[in-house]
Structure formats: structure tokens, C-alpha cells
């Protein structure tokens, strides 16, 4: 039970952590938006190919990126290399979300997610690879 409430205080300061850590210029952030979702900025060079899409089951947004990322393990963010140069972040979803906006800038690429209908969900996260 103690070790139990401990290690949820310490999941939770992680988080914490890397939401300040956004603030603070790290590579990789997570925020929710005031609308429900979540927006996930990485950092990448400006022409870096990357990939993004959702998985269902549990519902997860998942970003590869052609880019060198520190190795996250986080309870809602995950990210590590691949292979071949490529890094894979992944962020839990709080529940059925579609991808909003994509976009590369500056440096980084920034997702935002919106809730959506579970129809919608699973529409598009049958398009994942």
C-alpha cells in the first residue's frame, strides 16, 4: 500500500516534470489543450520525415520521427529510438481522439489531438501503419 502511494507520487512529479520541461525547451512536450486533447511537441530538425497516427486499444498517439530522441518512461509518454536514426514517441490518449493539426516549424513538430466519436477513432486509427 505505502510503495503503492509512493510510486504514484513520484508517476505524478514525473509528469509534472516533463510539463515543465516544455517550458524549459526539452525535446520532447506534452500539454492538454483547453479543448479536450492533447499537444505533443517534439523537437526535430526542419526537414525530418516523420509519420503520425493513432492506435485504438488503448488509444495512443505515436509520432516517428527521422531524429535522435532521449529514451522517455513516463505512465503517459513513452519515447525511444527506433532504428536507422528514427525515434518514436508515444503519448497516451485520454480517450477517443483524432489528430487536429500537424505542423513542422522552427525546429519542432507540434500535434494536437481533439476528442472525437468513437466511429471517428477507430476510423482513423485504422490507417495506421
Same mark, same amino acid.
Request: proline share 9%; glycine share 6%; aromatic share 4%.
Given at each position: ?30 500539454? +492538454? ?70 505542423? +513542422? ?25
Amino acid at each position: 500500500m505505502v510503495f503503492t502511494l509512493l510510486w504514484r507520487q513520484i508517476a505524478a512529479g514525473l509528469s509534472l516534470i516533463c510539463c515543465a520541461a516544455a517550458a524549459a525547451g526539452q525535446p520532447i512536450s506534452v500539454s +492538454q489543450t483547453g479543448a479536450g486533447g492533447l499537444r505533443v511537441q517534439v523537437e526535430a530538425p526542419a526537414d525530418a520525415p516523420r509519420r503520425i497516427f493513432v492506435i485504438h486499444a488503448p488509444p495512443k498517439l505515436v509520432l516517428d520521427v527521422r531524429a535522435h530522441l532521449p529514451d522517455i518512461r513516463q505512465p503517459d509518454l513513452r519515447a525511444g529510438r527506433l532504428f536507422d536514426g528514427w525515434s518514436r514517441v508515444v503519448a497516451d490518449l485520454p480517450g477517443p481522439q483524432v489528430i487536429a493539426r500537424a505542423a +513542422q516549424a522552427d525546429g519542432r513538430i507540434a500535434v494536437t489531438t481533439r476528442p472525437a466519436t468513437e466511429a471517428a477513432f477507430r476510423a482513423a486509427a485504422a490507417l495506421a501503419p
